[in-house]
């Protein structure tokens, strides 16, 4: 019932924007293309959730300009994802499209975006060949590189010591990429890799295997329900709190209400917690759980990011979308992050701090993301010397 | 390998077995006396599940959980026979997998629009949590008492069809179910009641899974890929070969994927091995299927016919 209400809300909102618009001059118009719906579709509500509530705090306008959101679920395909993508640039005239939940359909809608001299400011998807070598002058990314969460655990473990670490993900491309990115920054001894069959419900039989195995840490990628699933097992198996369990994108904002207590003691790497100590997110938390009744993940927060860094590059080139102009503002990145320090590489995706964050239990006795330390601080992902551009 | 770990990994395997069987025992009757593919089935197990875990959250009782998911299960299996699968008993397979399917999207989507498209969660009830010794092994009580309850609905079903009038004419039923209709049984009736028998089965199953699973929509999808071959492994409409196929299932399902790796690493290198392990272990028991079908069509314990 929630659900429903937060989404006819946030439509309300939507509507009530655009009803806003046409009495002023010509809106700005911005595409929004996410995952909106199918198990995954969280995560797109909160981009698109945190991208509204960071216009409304600037007051239903970015740099001085009202603007209309056109919000599209990919529905994680990356046909439709292009298809979408064409009709916000061909038909709506959007100059700018922000979003992009998954990898698959960033891949599939990057080129078609940005040949077209429209911005793309990527609010999650960081896949690494548009990182690397097929880096572009109109993409900017408030996200990270795909490997960039593996590489801050494989670097907790290494700060903690552990010399045998056992290493489990599902069997397809990104869980291949966490492994080696752990890897690139861990240099003990991966006592076992383990790849499961992708949404494989019952893993009952990897861990008592990896009990066997006697490690000092265990290291798994098991995004969306996988790792409620993994998480909940390792717990019934004892483990959790007795072997570390260290994870990327494993227990997140969209999961730890379907763990709660469960979840206490899991060790996650992560650019961003709720719980970070600067004025900027304090009233991004505050606000997004008053309206939402839900706390903030961290694609929640980039997604907020993104309006913030568009809301400074307007200001700076007074409202103006030209391709150098506007590129140039955009890379100065004059806003403040809610997750910390903020800047951009020549690859166009940040440098900032990767932080341990736990589930732990907040002020108010809840299971929450807790910031513990900073992992890797002023990170840029190893691929931007690939990137042409400067 | 040590002995605690085969034996753990044994009662893992058996611990998927009677899942599978809670699954299996109904589909595979409607599957043989109605000749009925029902690939909705799996979404009995999901409403078990999201039924199981609503009431568990509202009242704290796993009874009341365990009550509303059979319920739950047999009304609306009862429901979709009724409304659908009445309707198809005589066209042919095609217009009924299209059916059904169509009902999976229609389950998925309404288990989205009530629950949210979010894992939904049930705690382990604390009684059945902790560990339990076994054989001077340690497991997970709440998985044993999976084994336990699996092991108690065979049971029933066991008494159920070979004691009673009812199971006589199911029984009868899944050898000629034209004979038992012309002997004046209303096979409707029957058809019905099976239909609901098996749905309440898999809410049990549902709901023996909710503590360990993540409740999601999509969530039967995966489980009926292993149902379907356990059925045709058993023999189709054999309620007894279910079980022994599902307990072996099970326990090749688990034993591949905890072993294969390993044993793959004495003969090819380690990074090819660990490629292949998976690979090859989600493919045991479709190799198991072929194997059986090459060289038993009628499956291993097929319904003997008179």
Known sequence: MMKFQVKSFSIACAMALASMGSHAQQPLKIGFLGTMSGPAGALGQDQYDAFMLGIEHLGGKLGNNAVQVLKEDDQLKPDLGVELAKKLIEKEKVSIITGVTFSNVMMAVHKPITDSGVFLIGTNAGPTPITGKGCSPMYFSTSWNNDSLHESMGAYAREQGYKRVYLMAPNYQAGKDAIAGFKTQYKGAALDEVYTQINQPDYSAEIAQMQAANPDAVYVFYPGGMGVNFVKQYQQAGLLGKLPLLSAATVDGTTLPALKDIALGVITGSPYSPDLDNPQNKKFVDDFRKKFNRVPSLYAAQSYDAAMLLNSALLKTQGKIERDAFRAALKQANFKSVAGPFKFNNNQFPIRNYYRVDVAKDSSGQAALVYKSVVLKDHADPHASQCAMN | ?306
Request: hydrophobic share 55%.
């Open chain 2, 1 to 306: 390998m040590t002995t605690t770990l085969f034996l753990i990994q044994l009662l893992n395997g058996l611990q998927l077995g009677v899942l599978l069987f809670m699954l299996s025992a109904g589909l595979t009757l409607v599957f043989g006396i109605m000749s009925f593919v029902n690939l909705a089935h799996g979404c009995l197990y999901m409403m078990g599940a999201y039924f199981a875990a609503t009431a568990y959250a509202h009242t704290e009782s796993f009874w009341v959980a365990g009550l509303a998911a059979c319920v739950g299960g047999a009304v609306l299996a009862g429901l979709v026979e009724r409304v659908v699968a009445q309707r198809l008993y005589m066209r042919d397979h095609l217009d009924q997998v299209l059916a059904t399917f169509g009902l999976i999207l229609i389950f998925n989507e309404i288990a989205r629009w009530i629950w949210g498209a979010s894992p939904y969660y049930m705690n382990v009830p604390p009684a059945l949590s902790g560990t339990t010794d076994i054989f001077g092994v340690r497991y997970s009580t709440y998985r044993f008492s999976i084994i336990v309850a699996g092991l108690l609905a065979a049971l029933g079903c066991y008494v159920l069809i070979s004691k009673t009038r009812i199971g006589m004419l199911i029984r009868a039923g899944s050898i000629n179910p034209t004979m038992v209709s012309a002997l004046g049984v209303n096979i409707r009736l029957l058809n019905a009641l099976i239909f609901s028998l098996g749905g309440a089965l898999a809410g049990l199953a549902g709901l023996m899974s909710s503590p360990i699973l993540s409740v999601q929509p999509g969530m039967g999808e995966p489980i009926l890929i292993l149902v379907m071959i356990v059925i045709v492994i058993g023999g189709i409409g054999s309620v007894h070969g279910a079980f022994f196929a599902a307990l072996m299932v099970g326990v090749i399902d688990t034993a591949g994927r905890a072993f294969l790796p390993l044993i793959l690493r004495e003969f090819i290198d380690r990074s090819s091995a660990q490629a292949a392990g998976p690979a090859i272990a989600s493919m045991l028991t479709c190799v198991f299927m072929a194997a059986v079908l090459a060289l038993r069509p009628q499956g291993l314990f097929p319904v003997k016919n008179g």
